[in-house]
């Protein structure tokens, strides 16, 4: 089953409307035990593990297919809720400024993971995240076409949080974003001894801020959803091989693997000829308008959906091209 913001919001308004409490630390704690039990008896989790004890090195592998984005999904979650039954789990930064009980935040969010839609980007899309700069607009609720996805970097990213830095110098393995109604809740995983040694950190974005006035830490965030949101990008979906979730199923598991990856990539560049008309000017070359981002102004919502346009040839066919490529300011 896939989340929708509908689902979120009926969700929220029911709890609000029944005041419904959130679970005690004990049920919270049995929680733990029986998905950590799930987990550790999942034969495609049994199969991540046995391949990551297999390669050496401290370093995290690049993570390239669907087995290793699901198993280091869930691998974080089992050690968000380590904690709750005695063993050390991830160290969470920051905890102190929100208003919840550790065990519920905890609890919370590995269900978060699990429902999470997940995503893989490519080393050369996280790249690209960093190299163009965002033009200033009014953060939309609809940046996201899920309330709730998952992010895996085949790579180690170098996000940048609020202050400007990577989850204390180091680089970031995932991140799982999730809808809170008045905006963003942001957790992001990182490894010093891969995969022990795991922390979170904890940012968030506010629906109708402006930015980078308002949110100047969040450009990479903005910066994915304008990716996910660009007519150049494709996402080939693929779930993990279907012989593991027979397996779980015959062992009367529940199925954590309900979503499949989207892997996020770039299209083929393409050539945009000038339109008749364009400036009026004959042109005797074609050039290069570098990869830029555009906000488009949706006055229902009072806030701009931001989208990605990827380099491209300008002018007309058949022409020589100029080397400087261009960039496009909006």
């Not at 005695?86 to 978060?112: C, N, P, Y």
């Not at 991140?175 to 008045?182: F, K, N, P, Q, T």
């Not at 109708?208 to 006035?213: H, I, N, S």
């Not at 150049?232 to 529940?254: C, D, K, M, S, V």
Request: glycine share 6%; hydrophobic share 35%; net charge negative.
């Amino acid at each position: 089953m896939t989340l929708t913001y509908e689902d979120l919001d009926r969700a929220r308004t029911a709890f609000e409307n029944h005041h419904i409490e959130p679970p005690s630390e004990n049920q919270c704690c049995e929680y733990a035990h029986e998905f950590i039990k799930w987990c550790r008896a999942d034969p495609a989790m049994q199969r991540y593990v046995h391949d990551l004890n297999s390669v050496t090195g401290e370093e995290r592998p690049p993570i390239r297919t669907p087995l290793q984005v699901y198993g280091e999904k869930m691998m974080f979650a089992m050690s968000l809720l380590a904690d709750l039954i005695g063993t050390e789990g991830i160290k969470i930064r920051d905890f102190d400024s929100l208003d919840m009980e550790e065990h519920w935040f905890r609890v919370r969010h590995a269900l978060q993971i699990v429902l999470a839609v997940p995503f893989l980007w490519s080393k050369e899309i996280a790249t690209q995240m960093l190299t163009n700069d965002m033009p200033r607009h009014i953060i939309s609720r609809k940046i996201l076409s899920f309330p709730i996805v998952w992010w895996t970097f085949e790579v180690a990213h170098g996000v940048a949080n609020q202050t400007g830095t990577s989850l204390e110098g180091r680089a970031i393995d995932a991140m799982l974003i999730a809808d809170e109604g008045v905006g963003l809740n942001v957790l992001k995983f990182g490894s010093e001894n891969y995969p022990h040694d795991a922390s979170c950190e904890l940012g968030g974005i506010k629906y109708g801020q402006r930015y980078p006035e308002d949110a100047p830490g969040a450009q990479n965030i903005l910066a994915g959803a304008a990716f996910l949101n660009s007519p150049y990008i494709t996402q080939r979906q693929e779930n993990i091989p279907r012989a593991f979730r027979r397996q779980a199923q015959r062992a009367g598991l529940p199925d954590f693997a309900q979503h499949d990856v989207r892997f996020v990539k770039l299209r083929t560049p393409e050539s945009q000829p000038s339109k008749p008309g364009d400036n009026d000017i004959e042109r005797d070359h074609r050039w290069w308008v570098r990869g830029h981002y555009r906000a488009q102004w949706h006055p229902s919502e009072q806030a701009h959906h931001l989208i990605w346009i990827m380099p491209h040839l300008k002018g007309p066919d058949g022409l020589p091209v100029k080397n400087p490529m261009y960039s496009v300011v909006r």
